[in-house]
């Protein structure tokens, strides 16, 4: 059977199996339910190894291909993980679970990659090793580095390693990639200022915190204004700022929280340093004690030349020209794919959802339409990327 209908018949069961992760979602590493459907659907169509709780709940599929010739082994990522969010959709597979809703399109990753799986274990028409990742927590948790810190990269012999996220507003059949940096690097900043608090009407006897923080979040936009290269990317937003309750009370402490996103680890290590430096000098300046935390987060998303190039030319040839754009703009939002771009080279790519609410909306939706759009991918990367002998 060719490949167009082999991945049109088992579109009815993806489908399914999206539905019923999407009306039961799970948070963070918490996602068991849904590492044993796919444990489960893996093992039933005949996956050579299936191994799981690898990185607390993550689970890692091989499958070998006909030919072992090339040595080579290639790896697929997709999350699992749901969104605390209240779903507000009256489809009839809406969320089950108050509070906790598929927002970002994981299911769909899931039941992609899961598809792909069935796919290569069915046809195994490659000369090497493809192994499907399914990660926990990639919603804040970082369950891509806790796969890598147990062992993944080196367990299963991987040298490559792609992943994929639907973008709403992209029609389906389209695809976004870019050359280097994709997503950016998401810091936090948390800064704790005490001066000395008393009362209103008498300034002169404090040393009031509140005025040292507000100099001090002016100060911090000079970082990308002043300090950086115009041509450079950097975001300090300082997002949270607490102090005091009272209209005749100067507080003693101000509590302010920030998130920092560079493209580059040179911008990311100016933006830490800078951020301590204007902190220290203007709370030397106005005769504070501070603690000043930078809490490195998901690092910058970079694509490696070459697997990018090779991913536009599977594309096109699979779908034709045109269908994939290699002028999007970098976006400052981040994924913890990071991770693995660190630690093995690969490509992060874009995949059409058609029009639907945004990422993370309560209203949002997978477009099940998708679904056969990304097999398709998955299985031309890995039998493009080895190619079986003749
Ligand atoms: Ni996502």
Known sequence: MPKTELIAAIHPELTAIRRDLHRHPELMYDVHRTAGVVAQKLTEWGVDEVVAGIGKTGVVGVIKGRGQGSGKVIAMRADMDALPIHE?????????????????????????????????????????????????????????????DDGLMTRFGIQEVYGMHNKPGLP??????????TMAAADRIHIKIEGKGGHAAAPHRVNDPIVAACQLVTALQ??????????????????????GEAFNVIPQTVELKGSVRTLTPQMRELAEKRIKEVTAGIMTAFGMSFVCDYLHGYPVTFNHAAQAEFVVGTIEAAFGEGKVDTSVPPTMGSEDFSYMLEERPGAFINIGNGESAGLHHPAYEFNDEVIPVGVTYWANLVETAMPAKA
């Open 88 to 148: 507000e959709t009256n489809l009839e597979h809406r969320s089950t679970v108050p509070g906790k809703m598929h927002a970002c399109g994981h299911d769909g990753h899931t039941a992609m990659l899961l598809g792909a799986a069935k796919y290569l274990a069915e046809t195994r028409d490659f000369d090497g090793t493809a192994v499907v990742i399914f990660q926990p927590a990639e919603e804040g948790g970082a369950g891509a580095k806790a796969m890598i």
């Open 172 to 181: 389906v059949g389209q695809f976004d990639v870019r050359k280097g940096p």
């Open 222 to 243: 000079t970082i990308s204004s002043r300090n950086a290269d115009p041509l450079d990317s950097i975001v300090v937003s300082v997002t949270a700022m607490n102090a």
